[in-house]
C-alpha cells in the first residue's frame, strides 16, 4: 500500500448520543481530515486537535489527543480484502496501537505520534510505502 503522512496531530473525541455538533467540530480549512460517527450510546469525533476547546471550553467532552494520521492513496476498490489488516498486522507486531476509519475513497490509520517513528519503520519493513509531509 502506499501512505501519506497527513500534516499536524489529531484527537478522538467522545460526546454523548443525543448532542448536537459543536461548532468546532469540522475541517476549517477543508484539507484536514474530520470524521464524525453516531453509533447508539456516543458520538464520536476525530478531528485536528488544534480544532478541540481546552478544558472548560469542552464542556462534557472525552479527548485523546496525540495522534499520527496516515491516509491510504486511492481511491480503493470494494472489492479489495485485507487492506486493513496488512497495515494493522504490522503495527500489533511493532507494539503500536491503531485506531481507523474509513471513508467512501480510502482508509485512513492513526498511531499515537508518541509512536510514529516505530509506526513509520514497521509499516516501512512490511512492504509500504510512506510518504511524508
Known amino acids: ?20 455538533l459543536p461548532d468546532w467540530i469540522g475541517p476549517r480549512d ?30 462534557d467532552v472525552r479527548v485523546t489527543a496525540g495522534w499520527l494520521a496516515l491516509r491510504v492513496r486511492g481511491p480503493l476498490d470494494f472489492a479489495l480484502i485485507g487492506v486493513l489488516a ?19 475513497d480510502t482508509d485512513y490509520l492513526l498511531v499515537p505520534a508518541a509512536d510514529r517513528f516505530t509506526a513509520l519503520a514497521a509499516l516501512r519493513e512490511a512492504g509500504h510505502t510512506i510518504a511524508e509531509g
Not at 500500500?1 to 448536537?20: K, T
Not at 447508539?40 to 478541540?52: M, N
Request: charged share 20%; proline share 4%.
Open 30 to 59: 477543508g484539507s484536514r481530515l474530520c470524521s464524525v460517527t453516531w453509533a447508539g450510546t456516543e458520538l464520536s469525533v476525530l478531528c485536528p486537535a488544534e480544532q478541540v476547546p481546552v478544558d472548560e471550553e469542552a464542556g
Open 86 to 104: 496488512s497495515l494493522a498486522e504490522p503495527l500489533r507486531e511493532a507494539g503500536v496501537s491503531v485506531f481507523s476509519v474509513s471513508t467512501f
Open 1 to 20: 500500500m502506499e501512505l501519506d503522512v497527513l500534516a499536524g496531530e489529531y484527537a478522538v473525541c467522545r460526546l454523548d448520543a443525543g448532542e448536537a
